[in-house]
């Protein structure tokens, strides 16, 4: 089942671990199974480790598991885990899924190494047909973006992320709304060109960071 894969993905990285070590957190289901495993190796051989989480959902999951947190103010994280929406045979990413890319890609790039947990149904031949790209966005800056979206990618479908347990959009973690944009094609100069719209904070393009695909 699905969630035995996930089971041995997630103990292929907690035998990464190393006594004293700074670990990047990721959200998402697959790397809450990841810090499970993590968690009970850590308690087993006491390696006093030490985690950057991702989101406050990985902050409360290290805390449930006492796993003693940090942040990159204080700290950098050695390597680091996390899952992905799609995954590229270039090993280009769309993350975002859960909102907490902002986060996951500061992590991400502060870290020397990431091991992306991922099963099967994540890769793609081609970026972006599963997924729409989530783009983080300024709440001021949503009818700038849009347009220069459009003028410039021409994209399917460019949607404001709605709440579900609360009226109107999704706000992130740092007070961000949040688009998810279907795009007809992704280059590889998009992530920067995305970046360079005013009022874009952060996307879900993930398309040249040090990753280490961890699959089933
Ligand atoms: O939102 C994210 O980037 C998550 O990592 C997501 O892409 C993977 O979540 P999952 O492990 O629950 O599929």
């Given amino acids: 089942?699905?969630?035995?894969?996930?089971?041995?993905?997630?103990?292929?990285?907690s035998e990464k671990v190393s006594k004293g070590d700074v670990i990047g957190v990721g959200s998402g289901s697959t790397a809450l199974l990841a810090l499970e495993s993590i968690s009970k190796r850590v308690k087993e051989e006491k390696l006093q480790i030490t985690a950057i989480p991702t989101s406050k959902?990985?902050?409360?999951?290290?805390?449930?598991?006492?796993?003693?947190?940090?942040?990159?103010?204080e700290s950098r994280p050695n390597?680091?885990?996390?899952?992905?929406?799609?995954?590229?045979?270039k090993l280009c990413l769309i993350k975002g899924r859960g909102g907490a890319l902002f986060a996951e890609k500061l992590v991400m790039a502060s870290s020397s190494k990431t091991?992306?947990?991922v099963d099967e149904s994540k890769f793609v031949?081609?970026?972006g047909e599963?997924?729409?790209?989530?783009?983080?966005?300024?709440?001021?800056?949503?009818?700038?973006?849009?347009s220069e979206l459009i003028k410039n990618f021409n994209p399917l479908l460019v949607k404001?992320?709605?709440?579900?347990?609360?009226?109107?959009?999704?706000?992130?973690e740092t007070g961000n709304?949040?688009?998810?944009?279907?795009?007809?094609?992704?280059?590889?100069?998009?992530?920067?060109?995305?970046?360079?719209?005013?009022?874009?904070?952060?996307?879900?393009?993930?398309?040249?960071?040090?990753?280490?695909?961890?699959?089933?």
């Fill in 57 to 73: 959902e990985a902050a409360l999951h290290c805390n449930y598991y006492d796993i003693p947190t940090t942040t990159l103010l």
């Fill in 130 to 146: 599963k997924y729409a790209v989530p783009i983080e966005v300024d709440p001021r800056a949503i009818h700038l973006v849009e």
């Fill in 160 to 172: 404001l992320r709605m709440a579900n347990a609360k009226d109107g959009p999704v706000i992130t």
């Fill in 79 to 89: 390597w680091g885990f996390d899952g992905a929406d799609e995954v590229d045979e």
């Fill in 125 to 127: 031949s081609k970026l």
């Fill in 115 to 117: 091991y992306i947990l």
């Fill in 1 to 13: 089942t699905n969630r035995e894969q996930k089971e041995k993905v997630a103990k292929l990285v």
């Fill in 177 to 216: 709304l949040l688009m998810d944009v279907k795009f007809q094609e992704i280059t590889p100069l998009m992530e920067q060109q995305v970046k360079a719209i005013p009022g874009v904070i952060e996307s879900g393009l993930f398309l040249n960071y040090s990753v280490e695909i961890l699959s089933l």
